[in-house]
């Protein structure tokens, strides 16, 4: 029985290995010239003026929560739309009713103002 995983445990050997192999090699070969510039923090094409940790909006946040909403929505909704025909109308209710725990997130985001821009 154990052979059946020997396949597995060598391909995981071999991807580690290779993964600290392309690191080292990196650290080895890599030219270490440190420069003031390279040193410095970098935020966005400008210097850092703040400090790190200042409170964010929290618009920030429901932008955040919006984009997963959305960006979950497409993830479970094309598989689900590929067979559902096999997985019936239980497979069809279940996704209604995550489609509208979904719809709840977005009434959510709608309502706190996420979607108005300035």
Do not use: N
């Amino acid at each position: 029985m154990l052979e059946q995983y020997l396949p597995v445990i060598l391909f995981l050997i071999v991807g580690a290995a290779f993964g600290v192999i392309m690191i080292a090699l990196g650290f080895v070969l890599a030219p270490h010239r440190p420069d003031s510039e390279k040193l410095s923090p970098y935020e966005c094409g400008f210097e850092a003026f703040e400090d790190s940790r200042m409170k964010f909006d929290v618009r920030y946040y429901l932008v955040a929560i919006l984009f997963i909403l959305f960006d979950l929505e497409i993830a479970f909704l094309f598989p689900w739309a590929v067979v559902l025909e096999k997985i019936g109308v239980f497979g069809f209710w279940a996704m209604v009713i995550f489609l509208g725990i979904l719809v709840v997130g977005f009434i959510y985001e709608w309502k706190k103002g996420a979607l108005e821009w300035e």
